[in-house]
Nanobody, 123 residues
């Protein structure tokens, strides 16, 4: 079993930055791919970014150039640095994990999920 706990969400003005953390416990996630998803009210959960255990990263076009995901395997923690935030980024952000290496953009491809953290960007 893998437990994931997100932190770092909050309220920020447009143009500001936040860094989300996703701490894993339980089985080691050093060989896992970790993804970030977000869900705004009334919308489907959408892919934001992913990082493999090798450190390869993938970002959705909507956040490319503004968001960066990274991982620290020694700390079993994955990060999502979010810069130049806009109101459209407001959502609950989730981290998710699954074994293996690949570009997994579908929420259904992940078996482990955190509880989510709210990010609100004011205009």
């Amino acid at each position: 079993q893998v437990q994931l706990v997100e932190s770092g969400g909050g309220l920020v003005q447009a143009g500001g930055s936040l860094r989300l953390s996703c701490a894993a416990s339980g089985r080691t996630v050093s060989t896992y791919t970790t993804g970030w998803f977000r869900q705004a009210p009334g919308k489907e959960r959408e892919f934001v970014a992913a990082v493999t255990w090798r450190g390869n990263t993938y970002h959705a076009d909507s956040v490319k150039g503004r968001f960066t995901t990274s991982r620290d395997n020694a700390k079993n923690t994955v990060y999502l640095q979010m810069n130049s935030l806009v109101p459209g980024d407001t959502a609950v952000y989730y981290c998710a994990a699954r074994p293996g290496v690949g570009v997994f953009r579908g929420a259904h491809e992940y078996g482990y999920w955190g509880q989510g953290t709210q990010v609100t960007v004011s205009s």
